[in-house]
Structures are given as C-alpha cells and as structure tokens.
C-alpha cells in the first residue's frame, strides 16, 4: 500500500530564517512525487512534480528535491506571503495519488 | 478561465437529509476527482471518473454516489447523511492520469465545506 508521511505537522519560522519540509513516501512504482500549497479556505495548488531521485525544481524561494525514499520542500529566505499548508502526495502504479497530512507553516514578520 | 467551479461553499445539513455538491470544470479536462480533507488528515479519494459515462470508487466511497453525464460537470450526491461525512470536500480535475508532460497535475476547485448535524 502506498503511503506518504510529512514532518512536521506544524512549522513556525520568522521571516528570513530558511528550513526545509520533510515527505516520506513508500510507494511501488513511482510515477510521480506532487507538491501542493493549501491557504486557509482555498483548494490546493499545485507547485511542483518529481519523475526520479537526483530531480530538482525550483519556484522563487522553494526548492523541491527527490530521493528513493523521501522528498524535501527548502524554503530560503521566507517571506510572510510564503505561509500556507504544504501537500505531499505520491502516484505509484495503481495511478491514483495518495497524500500525506500536510505541514502547515507559518512565517512571521 | 473559471478552472473548476463547485457549489455551495457551506452547507449544513440534518442527519439523513441528502444533498448534491456540484462540480464543475471549462478546461475540457478528461479526469475529475471527489476528495474529503479532514482536520490532520490527507486528502482522500471518494470517487473519480476517466470520462463521460465513466466512474469509480476510491479510497472511501461508501454513502456516496456519482454520475458523470457530461465532461464538465461531476456532482456528488450524499446519501442519508451523517455525522462521519462532515468534512471539506473538494472536487478537481486533470487532463490525463499519467504522464511527464503533467497530464497528471490536479486543479482544485475552492471546497465545499459540510457539516452534518
């Protein structure tokens, strides 16, 4: 069965102070690694997929990057706006996506 | 481009009323999906449909149904509902199942928040 674990649940910040997002994953046949930012009342939007361990992408100060087991989101240098909940989700080869619980993060001024 | 329309954004409803959350989507997305988010939880899957006339079940179909009559609409129907379905649900669509070209790659419409009491 696949599964996805993200750490930790919750993450304060302040402004500036960089940290990196933690998604485990088991998954049989990876076919894709999702990253998604959630606001408050909105759906999830998505930022990012990862194909293969060794990949990485990058949009304004997220990085994502991809091992065989597990997935980090870095965030440098984080600004106010940068607050939401961060979804990790995985697609194996049953192709349906399976996520994890998310990281919500907060940045403060 | 409204992406994936659904209504309505809150409702609350008496348990064993039934109800209809609508979706919609003007992207001509072949894919759409149900989801439930609940607090601390991932998302899971309720039902999807690969195309007009075409649906399945997910991860947590029971006391749910579906039917998907057109490629843009995919309503959701609750059933006798209970307190075990007050969650946020989210309807999304995609292109494809699968493939480098993000095929794959989920729109979210805003969420319909239920409450059943």
């Known amino acids: 069965e696949d599964q996805v674990t993200q750490s930790p649940e919750a993450l304060r910040l302040q402004e500036g102070e960089s940290s990196s997002l933690n998604c485990s994953y088991t998954?049989?046949?990876?076919?894709?690694l999702f990253w998604y930012r959630q606001d408050p009342g909105k759906g999830p939007e998505f930022l990012f997929t990862l194909y293969s361990a060794g990949e990485e992408k990058e949009k304004e100060r997220l990085k994502a990057t991809l091992t065989k087991k597990e997935s980090f989101l870095h965030i440098t240098a984080p600004k106010p706006e940068d607050s939401a909940t961060y979804l990790c989700?995985?697609?194996?080869?049953?192709?349906?996506?399976?996520f994890g619980q998310g990281t919500r993060l907060t940045i403060n001024p | 481009n409204a992406g994936v329309t659904q209504t309505p954004k809150f409702r609350i409803l008496k348990i064993g009323q039934s109800m209809t959350l609508q979706c919609t989507q003007d992207m001509n997305h072949n894919y759409m999906y149900w989801y439930r988010q609940d607090p601390g939880m991932g998302l899971k899957l309720i039902y999807y449909s690969v195309g007009a006339g075409i649906t399945d079940k997910g991860e947590v179909p029971n006391g749910y149904n579906v039917s998907r009559s057109t490629t843009e609409d995919f309503p959701l129907r609750l059933e006798l509902a209970a307190p075990s379905q007050t969650s946020v649900y989210f309807c999304?669509?995609?292109?494809?199942?699968w493939g480098l070209g993000g095929a794959n790659v989920l729109t979210f419409g805003a969420g319909s928040r239920l409450t059943v009491l």
């Open positions: 998954v049989s046949g990876l076919r894709g």
């Open positions: 999304a669509s995609s292109y494809g199942s």
């Open positions: 989700a995985v697609q194996g080869g049953a192709q349906k996506l399976v």
